[in-house]
């Protein structure tokens, strides 16, 4: 299983940018994925995370450091979920990874079966 993320980049402290993450190579439909980032000298943090669409309770979990300003998708049909950020902060500098977890409806947590090479957001004030 490979998990490619890609959007990253440089962004003004407010603006917005979108991640993506494009998953190849699973043959289990029902999975967790999550975004996780880790910022210089700080530990791995679990931002977002969505479930399985087939499931009964399909739902998302964000953490409150991004409550409100940070919306996470997937587009089974595409194999990709996303990652919606607005009103960005220069604290939201980070490597931005996706991770699945499989069998799994609904993980919310840090150790997941398989995680993408990550890509870089940096906020400039």
């Known amino acids: 299983v490979q998990l490619q993320a890609f959007g990253g980049g440089l962004a003004q402290a407010g603006s917005s940018l979108t991640l993506s993450c494009v998953v190849s190579?699973?043959?289990?439909?029902?999975?967790?994925m999550g975004w996780l980032r880790q910022a210089p000298g700080k530990a791995r943090e679990l931002v977002a995370a969505?479930?399985?669409?087939?499931?009964?309770?399909?739902?998302?979990w964000y953490s409150d450091s991004v409550k409100g300003r940070f919306t996470t998708s997937r587009d089974d049909a595409k194999n990709t979920v996303y990652l919606q950020m607005t009103s960005l902060k220069p604290e939201d500098t980070a490597i931005y990874y996706c991770?699945?977890?499989?069998?799994?409806?609904?993980?919310?947590?840090?150790?997941?079966?398989?995680w993408g090479q990550g890509t870089l957001v940096t906020v400039s004030s």
């Open positions: 190579g699973s043959t289990n439909s029902k999975n967790s």
């Open positions: 969505v479930a399985w669409s087939g499931s009964a309770s399909w739902n998302t």
């Open positions: 991770g699945i977890k499989e069998n799994v409806e609904m993980y919310i947590g840090r150790e997941y079966d398989y």
